[in-house]
């Protein structure tokens, strides 16, 4: 397995990114991110939000969203696909991969170092800048397989 980046390694990335974009870290932004760091579950900007306002009564659900579209922005926190849905939100920005169940639309963190190898298709690397590479599986998770 690999080594994972501990987590008060991603608050010295928290603090170091945002230094390095001039963004000013705030209770409200540092708690937004250690929500997100707290979450195995790729959440989205309202499920964080709904998380978020128990701990910090008077902020607001665009407070939230907007903080999440920034860190994105410089790269501390990733987008996963939202397959028409909300944008759900992921604070491992290690090189995974993810199993997605199709029907309660969970997305489950894995590792895999064949995966990780995969090589860009020539073709791709022509009309395209490649920056992640992540594999998706998708199919019923232990929840929802019916035996
Ligand atoms: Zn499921
Ligand atoms: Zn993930």
Redesign the pocket.
């Known amino acids: 397995m690999y080594k994972r980046v501990a987590k008060n390694e991603m608050m010295d990335v928290f603090y170091q990114r945002s230094k390095e974009h001039g963004l000013k870290i705030t209770p409200q932004r540092t708690a937004i991110y250690q929500e997100l760091l707290k979450s195995k579950d790729?959440p989205s900007a309202d499920i964080i939000y709904k998380r978020i306002v128990k701990k910090i009564p008077n902020i607001s659900f665009d407070t939230v969203n907007r903080t999440l579209l920034t860190f994105t922005r410089i790269g501390i926190i990733h987008i996963?696909e939202g397959y028409g849905q909300a944008k759900r939100y992921?604070p491992?920005i290690d090189i995974?991969h993810?199993f997605r169940c199709i029907q309660c639309n969970n997305?489950i963190?894995f590792h895999n170092k064949s995966y990780d190898n995969i090589a860009v298709p020539e073709e791709i690397n022509k009309q395209f800048t490649v920056i992640h590479k992540k594999v998706v599986l998708e199919g019923l998770c232990n929840k929802c397989r019916r035996p």
């Open positions: 790729h996963v992921d491992d995974h993810h997305i963190d």
